[in-house]
């Protein structure tokens, strides 16, 4: 089909209304103008009339459509990015104040829990997310499982979940504190948390998931455990951040390239890491997420390129159903909560291998689905929910934050009209999270103001 490109220029608000209306209705007025029945008088006497006649009419209405058609289209082009100066302060205000705020604040310790004496100092222990104390026994021994109930156990000083959490957070608000305004002492406060947790012998974690999502009476942790290691994916987003600030050092670099090999090569070759490989739910994902995340900030382009080209390319087509839906997780007590943690995964994935120059977004297999289509699903599926509601209680996953990243990964990825217009749905129902959640990513903040100011 041909197009027809004309110049940007303002249009008046009347204007647009009257294409709207004469783009709903042209085909059936010009039916009843080429079979001259069912014509009204106003019409028939305009027909009549010197200015225009029968057979110019119908093809007049159409070139101004067109015409107006394409500068509406050069308008809405002009405007294709979410991002402007307002939303930009918005978010710079928002980072900055939680950075002012974590300022005041201790750094994150990791401490092992001494109650539990079979682990050694450095461990990290975590309790499994949704297992309980047994009613049944005097000592609430072994733990129970009730699927989609967090046990507000997992965030008390009996696990080390929440410093996990609470460290990974300050280095990802500082880093971008910096990046948005290049004051050193943010980048300052990043990196010494930083060596706390990853450089220190003395306060490091060891570098490996062992005991981690254990189930209390049972074991002493469990390849689910690994789903702990989202955390550590900001941690690894945040760092090239701090790398041109005066606070880092070639010593801070050398320890923390050293600490996500070693965790690295814990994740390829344990049995908790390989039996999360081969899990095909949004377990999987989070693995591949890690494991390609990790490769990337430690330089290991072969393995970048190749992994989610093997790996994650047939995880898709496996995971995703012809209609979208995602199959591993529609059944699930909370389905949408890990439809939409396991396509974020999967959105990061795509972007990444992108960036390598593969495209994993189509599906491997004849009759699998791909990730526009689950991406078109999902967004039916939630609809005009709060994607908050489905972030239950002393849950710290924060879905809606997930949920808006979902989106702008999307936008990224598909770069269409639609991805926007749900972008912007979000913005404006929610500006406060907007400005806030914006500010997770600055790289693609900033990204999206070049290709704004490009368009």
């Known amino acids: 089909m041909y197009s027809i490109k004309t110049a940007p220029c303002i249009i008046p608000r009347f204007l647009v209304s009257i294409f709207r209306a004469i783009k709903r209705g042209l085909f059936y007025l010009l039916f009843n103008l080429i079979t001259a029945t069912n014509i009204t008088k106003p019409i028939q006497y305009f027909l009549k009339s010197n200015f225009l006649s029968y057979r110019v009419f119908p093809h007049g209405l159409i070139v101004i459509c067109l015409f107006i058609s394409g500068c509406l289209d050069s308008e809405k082009h002009q405007h294709s990015s979410p991002v402007d100066p307002e939303t930009v302060q918005n978010a710079v205000h928002s980072v900055v104040g939680r950075a002012n705020y974590e300022l005041a604040r201790p750094h994150s310790i990791l401490i092992t829990p001494n109650h539990w004496k079979e682990f050694k100092k450095g461990d990290y222990v975590s309790l499994a997310t949704y297992w309980w104390p047994n009613a049944d026994t005097g000592n609430g021994l072994p733990y129970i499982r009730k699927d989609g109930r967090v046990n507000p156990q997992t965030m008390t000083d009996q696990s080390n979940l929440p410093q996990l959490i609470r460290m990974a957070r300050r280095i990802e608000v500082f880093s971008a504190a910096y990046r948005f305004t290049g004051n050193d002492i943010y980048a300052k406060r990043a990196v010494e948390q930083l060596q706390i947790w990853f450089c220190d012998p003395k306060t490091a974690m060891l570098p490996h998931l062992e005991h981690a999502q254990l189930i209390r009476g049972v074991n002493s942790g469990r390849s689910y455990g690994v789903i702990d290691g989202w955390w550590l994916v900001r941690v690894a987003d945040s760092i090239p951040l701090l790398k041109s600030s005066s606070a880092w050092s070639s010593e801070t670099d050398r320890f923390l390239k050293a600490w996500f090999t070693h965790y690295m ?9 390989i039996q999360e490989k081969n899990q095909k739910n949004n377990r999987g994902t989070c693995y591949d997420v890690q494991v390609v995340t990790y490769a990337q900030y430690l330089g290991w382009d072969r393995f970048t390129i190749q992994y989610p080209d093997r790996i994650s390319r047939e995880r898709i087509s496996e995971q995703i159903l012809f209609s979208g839906k995602q199959r591993f997780e529609a059944s699930r007590t909370r389905p949408e909560h890990y439809s939409i ?31 526009r289509k689950a991406y078109q699903a999902l967004t039916h599926q939630v609809g005009r929910q709060n994607p908050a509601s489905f972030t239950k209680k002393f849950d710290e996953t924060d879905t809606a934050r997930i949920w808006y990243l979902l989106l702008i990964e999307a936008h990224l990825l598909f770069d269409e009209p639609a991805t926007l217009k749900n972008l912007e749905r979000f913005a404006a129902r929610f500006p406060e999270l907007h400005s806030r959640y914006m500010s997770a990513y600055p790289e693609i903040v900033f990204k999206m103001i070049n290709q704004a100011e490009i368009s």
């Not at 090569?265 to 890491?273: R, T």
């Not at 795509?350 to 491997?364: H, P, S, Y």
């Open 265 to 273: 090569n814990w994740l390829i070759n344990s049995s908790f890491g």
């Open 341 to 371: 943690y396991n396509l974020y995964g999967l959105l990061i994935l795509a972007r990444i291998a992108r960036e390598n120059g593969i495209d994993i977004t189509e599906q491997d297999y004849l009759f699998s689905g791909n990730l």
